[in-house]
C-alpha cells in the first residue's frame, strides 16, 4: 500500500545534510557544552557557532537568540514572562483567539492568576486586523501576541501593523512564528517585533529545540530557573546536537525557501482544484491567498473528521483534523469556531499539509483516495441523507 505523509505542519523528517551535521556531538564530541574542560569547550564553541549563524541569518544579534526545547515552551515564556516582569506597567494581556494551544493555555494560566486577558476576535477568514486590536488594546496593555501564520488554517497575520499598534501603545509584541519561519520569508527587523518563536522540527530540523528571540532590552521574568545556560535566562542542559541541528535546518530551509514554496504551493493549488472539483458541500477553510504555501483546511459537510482521518489512515494517507497538539480533542477546532464557522461544520474538518518530499503522485492518490471515502462515508450518514431526500430521519 502507498504511503503519503501529508502532515508537514505536524512535524518534518529531519534532512539528511542536518542528520550528518549532529551525528558528531552524539558520540566523539559528546560534552557538556556548559563543562571548562575541552571536552565541553568542542560542545560551547559549536553552540556559540550554532548561535551566530542563526543571528546572521536573522539579522539579529547572537546576544538576541536564546535556545529552548521548542514552540510551546517559548510561547509560555514569551506571554508570562513578559507578563510577570512588566505587570507594572499593566496587568492586562491580549491574544488572538486563534492562537496555538501554548499560548490560549498559558493566557487562561494569567486569567487565574488576576492578570485581565482579551481574546481578539478574528474575520470570517481568521485574520486579525490593525482596527480589531487597536479597538480592544489599552493604556494598561504590557503585551500582545499574534501568531505570524497560523497552525490550522495557515492564515498569515499582518503583523507589522500590528505591532505597530501595539507600540503605539508601549505594549511589548510577541509573534509565534512556528509554523511561518522556513515557509515564508520572516524579517525580524521589518516586522518590528519584541519576541518572537520558532521551532526546528517545523523545517526539517530535529525535534526538542527551538529558539525564543528576545528584543536587546527586554527582559522577561525567567520560564526556567535553576542553571547558568543561555546567560542564566534558561536552565537545563544544553542539547548541543539539536542546537547544532536547528541552525543547519534554518540555514537550509531559508537558502532553499523560495524554491521549495513555489513547488509545494503548486502542489497544494493542485489538490485544492480536485478537491473542489470532485466532492461538494465543502468549505475550504482560510483566506485563499493570505496563507501558507503548504497548508489546505477543508470541512467536509455532514461528516466527522475523525472517521475521514482513520478512513485515510487506513489508506495510507496521514494528515490531521486539526492541529497536532489538540488531536487527542473530540472538541471542534476553536480557531475554526472563531472564524465563525458552524459547529457541525466545524467537526468536519481535515488539515492537509505539503512538504519538499511530496510529490505529483501523492496528491493524485489522496485525491482518489480522499474522493472515494468521503463518497462512502456520506452513503452512510443519516445527516446526508436528510438534506439530499429533505426528509427528517
Known amino acids: 500500500m502507498r504511503r503519503v505523509y501529508l502532515d508537514y505542519s505536524a512535524t518534518t523528517p529531519v534532512d539528511p545534510e542536518v542528520l550528518q551535521e549532529m551525528l558528531p556531538y552524539f558520540t566523539e564530541k559528546f560534552g557538556n557544552a556548559n563543562s571548562m574542560h575541552s571536552f565541553g569547550q568542542e560542545g560551547g564553541a559549536a553552540v556559540d557557532a550554532a548561535r551566530r549563524k542563526i543571528a546572521e541569518l536573522l539579522g539579529v544579534k547572537p546576544t538576541e537568540i536564546y535556545f529552548i526545547s521548542g514552540g510551546t515552551e517559548g510561547d509560555n515564556w514569551a506571554l508570562k514572562g513578559c507578563a510577570s516582569a ?21 493566557a487562561h494560566q494569567l486569567e487565574r492568576e488576576g492578570y485581565r486577558v482579551t481574546f481578539l476576535p478574528v474575520t470570517d477568514k481568521g485574520i486579525v486586523t490593525p ?98 545556560q543561555e546567560r542564566t535566562m534558561r536552565g537545563g542542559t544544553t542539547n548541543v546536537p539539536a542546537v547544532v541541528g536547528i541552525a543547519k ?32 458541500y465543502i468549505v475550504y477553510n482560510g483566506d485563499e491567498k493570505k496563507r501558507l504555501p503548504q497548508n489546505a483546511n477543508f470541512s467536509f459537510e455532514f461528516l466527522e473528521g475523525e472517521s475521514i482521518l482513520m478512513r485515510l489512515d487506513l489508506a495510507g494517507v496521514a494528515c490531521s483534523s486539526g492541529s497536532a497538539c489538540s488531536s487527542g480533542s473530540l472538541d471542534p477546532s476553536h480557531v475554526l469556531l472563531a472564524t465563525g464557522l458552524p459547529v457541525e461544520k466545524a467537526h468536519g474538518s481535515i488539515r492537509f499539509t505539503f512538504g519538499k518530499y511530496t510529490t505529483v503522485e501523492d496528491v493524485d492518490y489522496t485525491l482518489d483516495k480522499l ?9 452512510m450518514s443519516p445527516l446526508f441523507a436528510e438534506f439530499r431526500d429533505g426528509v427528517k430521519m
Open 86 to 106: 512588566y505587570s507594572g506597567r499593566g496587568r492586562h494581556v491580549i491574544v488572538s483567539s486563534i492562537e496555538h494551544a501554548a499560548l490560549i493555555g498559558s
Open 131 to 228: 482596527e480589531i486590536l487597536e479597538k480592544y488594546i489599552t493604556d494598561d496593555t504590557s503585551i500582545v501576541s499574534v501568531m505570524l501564520a497560523n497552525n490550522e488554517i495557515g492564515t498569515v497575520q499582518p503583523v507589522k501593523e500590528l505591532a505597530a499598534v501595539a507600540h503605539a501603545h508601549h505594549a511589548l509584541f510577541h509573534t509565534d512564528a512556528v509554523q511561518a519561519m522556513g515557509s515564508i520569508p520572516v524579517d525580524v527587523n521589518d516586522l518590528g517585533v519584541d519576541l518572537m518563536t520558532f521551532s526546528g522540527h517545523k523545517f526539517y530540523g530535529p525535534k526538542g529545540i527551538g529558539v525564543l528571540y528576545i528584543r536587546s532590552g527586554v527582559k522577561p521574568d525567567k520560564l526556567i530557573a535553576g542553571g547558568h
Open 249 to 280: 535546518a534554518l540555514e537550509i530551509a531559508l537558502r532553499d525557501l523560495d524554491a521549495n514554496a513555489a513547488r509545494i504551493a503548486a502542489l497544494r493549488d493542485r489538490f485544492v482544484a480536485g478537491v473542489k472539483q470532485r466532492i461538494p
Open 371 to 379: 474522493t472515494e471515502i468521503i463518497t462512502t462515508l456520506r452513503e
